[in-house]
């Protein structure tokens, strides 16, 4: 391979991987809520969401906004990639304790 190209290919992905790092938020179940319950992200940048069910129970992350809906096993975690968003708030919940697991991103 020519060490050139491998030179180029290396730096142009670099800040790609450094943008990718910033834009990791971790979300925690515990006690059938959201904590936090408000995610402030940038607006017009992907994000991954970690969540991590701390609960015995399975809860399943859902927003009609962010067209998202995915079941976190108990005691578990999991990747949820969301966006790039326009900016303004996007609600979602724990669909099975919808009365306490709330939460928004807002996306400014």
Same mark, same amino acid.
């Given at each position: 391979?020519?060490?050139?190209?491998?030179?180029?290919?290396?730096?142009?992905?670099?800040?790609? #991987?450094?943008?990718? %790092?910033?834009?990791? $938020?971790? @979300?925690?179940?515990?006690?059938?809520?959201? *904590?936090?319950? &408000? #995610?402030?992200?940038? %607006?017009?940048?992907? $994000?991954? @969401?970690?969540?991590?069910?701390?609960?015995? *129970?399975?809860? &399943?992350?859902?927003?009609?906004?962010?067209?998202?809906?995915?079941?976190?096993?108990?005691?578990?975690?999991? *990747?949820?990639?969301?966006?790039?968003?326009?900016?303004?708030?996007?609600?979602?919940?724990?669909?099975?304790?919808?009365?306490?697991?709330?939460?928004?991103?807002?996306?400014?």
């Amino acid at each position: 391979m020519n060490i050139r190209l491998l030179a180029v290919t290396c730096f142009s992905v670099l800040p790609i #991987l450094a943008a990718a %790092a910033d834009n990791e $938020i971790n @979300l925690v179940i515990k006690d059938h809520r959201f *904590t936090p319950s &408000e #995610l402030k992200v940038p %607006a017009g940048q992907r $994000i991954k @969401l970690i969540v991590d069910n701390q609960d015995a *129970t399975a809860e &399943e992350f859902e927003s009609h906004e962010l067209n998202r809906e995915k079941v976190i096993a108990p005691k578990s975690k999991t *990747t949820i990639f969301i966006g790039p968003l326009k900016a303004g708030r996007y609600p979602f919940v724990g669909e099975f304790n919808q009365s306490t697991a709330k939460g928004v991103v807002i996306a400014e």
